[in-house]
């Protein structure tokens, strides 16, 4: 690992979970490479294709163990081919209460076994709570500390590194 990469705050690190939703604003804005910005409502995630990851754990600081789900939404995939059309190579997720995480193009080309990153809008048969997350960044990879669920995702920055 290089030493930007240590630093990134956008990488998983040791972190006491905020219980609570930052705000009431469920606002979600994505920014494309070149800058350009729009919002995006829940409705219109769920208005783009749609998949179920199963078999999924949140392992919470806060809560214990609880599990397994079924968690449903727009792959980050799916989202960024539908909205961007430049060249990418990674996204920023990160929540209305400053938590984050990167996401590698390669980890959505090429998933491994257990699913897709997806952006939650739903858990089993229920809409997410807000204190659940509203929007819930899965990625189904991690089971051990649930340092990659955002919770209340308000900011996708798609980037590029060339
Ligand atoms: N926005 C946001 N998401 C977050 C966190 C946070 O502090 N803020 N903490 C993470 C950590 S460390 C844990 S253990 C889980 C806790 O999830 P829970 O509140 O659903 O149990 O949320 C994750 N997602
Ligand atoms: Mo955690």
Not at 52 to 69: E, L
Not at 117 to 139: F, K, Q
Request: proline fraction near 10%; glycine fraction near 6%.
């Amino acid at each position: 690992m290089t030493d930007a990469a240590k630093h990134d705050p956008l990488q998983p690190h040791a972190h006491d979970p905020n219980p609570y939703p930052p705000s009431d604003d469920p606002t979600i804005v994505l920014t494309a490479p070149d800058g350009a910005r729009r919002a995006l409502t829940v409705a219109d995630l769920q208005e783009l294709p749609q998949t179920n990851v199963s078999n999924c754990y949140i392992v919470s600081t806060g809560h214990g163990v609880s599990g397994p789900f079924t968690f449903r939404g727009v792959t980050l995939g799916d989202l960024i081919q539908h909205v961007v059309k430049d060249e990418w190579d990674q996204v920023e997720v990160i929540s209305a209460d400053g938590f984050g995480n990167r996401v590698y193009r390669r980890e959505l080309e090429d998933p491994p076994r257990e699913g897709p990153p997806i952006l939650a809008t739903r858990i089993d048969d229920r809409p997410l709570s807000r204190e659940d997350g509203l929007v819930r960044l899965i990625v189904p990879s991690e089971r051990d500390d649930a340092l990659r669920q955002v919770k209340w995702v308000a900011q996708i920055n798609v980037r590029s590194l060339s």
